[in-house]
């Protein structure tokens, strides 16, 4: 199986971007651009080696404070994206 890359713009988080790798339905790589440092590079080591819908169910609907979205969320989003492109 090949391995999709994607770069997704985020909206309404600190990131500005998160880049992607995914082969065989698993995360490889996971790389924010922007936002909370070491906040988001946990969340990606956590994402790497798991499955893509594993990622969506654990991550979607997580907020940051009042914002109806987050980082994690944004990933999940970004994933989801990447399923229906498919």
Same mark, same amino acid.
């Given at each position: 199986?090949?391995?999709?890359?994607?770069?997704?713009?985020?909206?309404?988080?600190?990131?500005?971007?998160?880049?992607?790798?995914?082969? !065989?339905?698993?995360?490889?790589?996971?790389?924010?651009?922007?936002?909370?440092?070491?906040?988001?590079?946990?969340?990606?080591?956590?994402?790497?080696?798991?499955?893509?819908?594993?990622?969506?169910?654990?991550?979607?609907?997580?907020?940051?404070?009042?914002?109806?979205?987050?980082?994690? !969320?944004?990933?999940?989003?970004?994933?989801?994206?990447?399923?229906?492109?498919?």
């Amino acid at each position: 199986m090949m391995t999709k890359t994607i770069s997704y713009r985020t909206s309404g988080v600190c990131s500005r971007e998160i880049r992607i790798s995914v082969k !065989d339905d698993v995360v490889e790589s996971v790389e924010y651009i922007g936002g909370c440092n070491g906040n988001t590079k946990g969340v990606a080591a956590l994402a790497c080696g798991m499955k893509v819908d594993d990622v969506i169910e654990r991550l979607s609907g997580i907020r940051c404070g009042f914002k109806a979205t987050s980082c994690p !969320d944004q990933l999940a989003k970004a994933l989801a994206s990447m399923k229906q492109d498919n």
